[in-house]
């Protein structure tokens, strides 16, 4: 049955959503987006249709935070099946290969230091990455050989949350780019067995985390007004970055995205990444150089 079209509205801000399980991210946005009215909407950071967690929605001119929240450090829960691989690295599969050997526990802590740092991963041949043009996943589904070549990715800490015969636990700190599906295979094959993602839950993403979150049920049951007070505002998507306080004179001239000199006693003289405000609202985010702000993105 067709949802009922509703009237699109300039709104902005961010719906902290927790994923329900077999649910696409485009679904996830799609719903969002009608629930909420919103003339423009988009998500920081694709989830697995069998994963639940934090997705991020922008609706609005958070849309142009995106960048800086999908480059944020992620959290994922998850669990490794024992004992059998599959095509896709996670239970939606078909199972490959097997194995009778089950890790115990102090071996599985003695192998995750490996996977911690700045360490080469092969992504899974079903992803969203592109060769030729073409997605590794489109390719694998037709039967296509798919090789993907390993790349650097930054992983935090690996840690054992519980450990059993047939599963384990884990929860990994980790940066963009991250597969945990890949994770759980390679350290399986480490452990001399094999094994894929049967749980995972994405805990954070950036400053956003699980009791951030709303369901899409939670927000279904709510009125307009009730929705519109749990959105938050769109400078969250970057709140742990460095925050610089401007003048009305510096705000007019970052709003047509020019430099301006920073001043004052405290006043940075160089930073990487930081945002501009003027009473209480976000103008751009960008960078110090020699002393002057210079703008990356501009909101209205």
């Known amino acids: ?45 694709t989830l697995d249709p069998l994963a639940t967690g934090i997705l991020p929605i922008a609706l609005g001119e958070a849309t142009k935070a995106v960048p800086q929240v999908q480059d944020g450090t992620k959290i994922y829960r998850f669990a490794i099946k024992w004992g059998s691989a599959t095509t896709t690295d996670d239970a939606e599969g078909a199972v490959v290969a097997t194995s009778d050997v089950r890790p115990e526990q102090a071996a599985l802590e003695a192998v995750l230091p490996q996977f911690t740092g700045t360490i ?32 650097e990715i930054d992983v935090d800490e690996i840690v054992l949350v519980e450990h059993g015969a047939d599963r384990s636990v884990l929860e990994v700190t980790c940066g963009k780019g991250t597969y945990v599906r890949s994770l759980a295979r390679d350290i399986a094959e480490a452990l001399g067995t094999r094994g894929h993602v049967s749980m995972l839950h994405r805990a954070a993403v950036g400053p956003f985390h699980d009791e951030d979150a709303v369901t899409i049920d939670q927000l279904e049951a709510l009125g307009q007004d009730e929705r519109d007070a749990l959105l938050k505002p769109v400078w969250a998507g970057f709140s742990d970055l460095p925050e610089i306080r401007l003048d ?16 004052g006693a405290g006043a940075p003289i160089s930073l990487e990444e930081c945002w501009v405000s003027f009473k209480g609202e976000v103008l751009a985010t960008g960078w110090v150089e020699f002393g002057q702000f210079k703008c990356r993105r501009v909101f209205n």
């Open 120 to 151: 080469l991963q092969r992504p899974p041949i079903f992803s969203a990455l592109k060769i030729d043009g073409e997605r590794a996943y489109d390719l694998a589904r037709a039967g296509e050989a798919v090789e993907l070549q390993p790349r």
């Open 248 to 263: 009305a004179q510096q705000a007019t001239a970052v709003r047509h995205g020019n430099a301006v000199l920073l001043t």
């Open 1 to 45: 049955m067709n949802q009922p079209k509703r009237i699109k509205r300039a709104i902005s801000g961010w719906v902290v959503l927790n994923k329900q399980y077999d649910m696409t991210s485009t679904q996830a946005v799609g719903k969002v987006r009608w629930l909420f009215g919103a003339a423009k909407a988009g998500h920081a950071g």
